[in-house]
C-alpha cells in the first residue's frame, strides 16, 4: 500500500531532512506549498530542543491550515538508529507524544521502532542503498524505502537509479522514494517514470532562504558542477558526498579521499557534536549542483519545480 497522503501533495516530491541544514522554517514553508518537509532530530543539540522544534513546526502548520482553510502537506523526522546515538529513545518518544506522522531513519531498520510509530498512526521511511538494505528494511515492516542512489548528497550510494528502482519494486509494493541528483520538476517526472512515487530532493533545498547554510556555501553550490563532488569516508567514517572546494579548504587533499573516519555520532551529552564540527566546515552537496544556479525562497522554487513536472508530463504526453 502505498502512502495516502501522496495524492494531496501539489508535487510528488519530499525535501530531505540535511544535516545542519534543516530547521523549522525551511519544513513549515515545504509543508505549507505542498510537499514534505523534514529535518533531522540531531539538527538540535538536545532533546528539549527538538520538542521546541516540533511544537513550533505544529503550531505554524494548524495555524496556517485554519487561516487558510487547506491541508499542509505531512513533516516528517529522521532518527539515526545506530548504537552510537544515545538520544534516540528520547527523541522516539517525543515524535511519539507528538504524533509526527512520518519518521524517516537512517543507519538501522528496526521493527521495534516502527512498530512504536505505528502505534500512534504515524509511518516509517528508512534509507536504503542495497537490495539487501531494502529486503531488511521491508523484513522490519516499513511503510516505504528511499533509494540513496549514486550521486546524491550526504550519505549517498553507488547503485543507478534505474536499475535500483525495477530491483526494489520486484520485492516491495509499499512507497518507493527516489534520491539522487534530483533538482528540478523535470527530474522529478524522471523519478516518477522510472517507477518511483515520491522524489526525494536534497541539494537543491540547500539554496533556499529558509535553508540553514551560509552564503559561502550556497554560492559554492552554484559555481559547482558535477564533477566537483567528491565521495568519501574520510569525515564521518560512511561514504558521503562533499564539495571539492570545502574539502581542499580543510586541507583533506585527494590522497586522503580513500581513508575512513571512525564511525561515531557523538558523546552520551550530546549526540551531533563530533559530526557537526566535521560537517560544519566540510560541506555536502550531491552532483545535481551542476544544474542549480541560484537560491531563492522555498515557496517560488517549488512553484517553478510545478511548472517544470507538469511541462515535462504534458511534452510525454505527445507520444500517446
Not at 519530499?14 to 514553508?29: H, R, T
Not at 564539495?243 to 585527494?254: C, D
Amino acid at each position: 500500500m502505498k502512502a495516502s497522503f501522496i495524492k494531496d501533495l501539489s508535487l510528488p516530491a519530499v525535501a530531505a531532512p540535511m544535516f545542519l541544514i534543516s530547521g523549522p522554517q525551511l519544513v513549515i514553508e515545504c509543508c505549507k506549498n505542498g510537499i514534505v518537509g523534514t529535518f533531522p532530530a540531531l539538527n538540535q543539540r538536545s532533546s528539549e530542543g527538538f520538542e521546541e522544534w516540533l511544537i513550533e513546526i505544529k503550531t505554524a502548520l494548524a495555524d496556517f491550515e485554519k487561516e487558510t482553510g487547506k491541508k499542509a502537506a505531512p513533516f516528517g523526522v529522521n532518527l539515526i538508529v545506530h548504537h552510537t546515538n544515545p538520544r534516540l529513545d528520547a527523541d522516539l518518544a517525543l515524535c511519539v507524544k507528538h504524533e509526527v506522522p512520518l519518521i524517516i531513519t537512517s543507519l538501522g531498520a528496526v521493527s521495534s521502532v516502527v512498530d512504536t510509530v505505528h502505534s500512534y498512526g504515524g509511518i516509517v521511511f528508512h534509507d536504503v542503498v542495497k537490495k539487501r538494505h531494502a529486503e531488511k528494511a521491508a523484513e522490519a515492516g516499513v511503510d516505504g524505502l528511499i533509494l540513496v542512489c549514486a550521486g546524491a548528497g550526504g550519505h549517498a550510494g553507488t547503485m543507478n537509479p534505474m536499475p535500483f528502482v525495477a530491483e526494489v519494486r520486484s520485492i516491495f509494493d509499499k512507497t518507493i522514494l527516489l534520491s539522487g541528483c534530483i533538482s528540478s520538476g523535470r527530474d522529478i517526472a524522471s523519478a516518477m517514470q522510472m517507477g518511483a512515487d515520491l522524489a526525494y530532493l536534497g541539494t537543491r533545498f540547500i539554496n533556499t532562504d529558509e535553508g540553514k547554510a551560509n552564503a559561502e556555501y550556497k554560492q559554492m553550490i552554484i559555481d559547482a558542477g558535477a564533477s566537483d563532488i567528491v565521495y568519501t569516508a574520510a569525515i564521518s567514517g560512511i561514504p558521503a558526498s562533499f564539495l571539492r572546494p570545502s574539502l581542499e579548504a580543510m586541507g583533506v587533499k585527494e590522497e586522503d579521499w580513500s581513508k575512513s573516519a571512525k564511525i561515531d555520532l557523538g558523546s552520551e551529552l550530546d549526540a551531533g557534536k563530533a559530526e557537526a564540527k566535521a560537517w560544519k566546515t566540510v560541506w555536502s552537496a550531491g552532483q545535481g549542483v551542476a544544474t542549480i544556479h541560484d537560491s531563492l525562497p522555498a515557496a517560488k522554487l517549488i512553484e517553478r519545480m510545478r511548472e517544470e513536472f507538469l511541462a515535462a508530463i504534458k511534452e510525454q504526453m505527445r507520444f500517446l
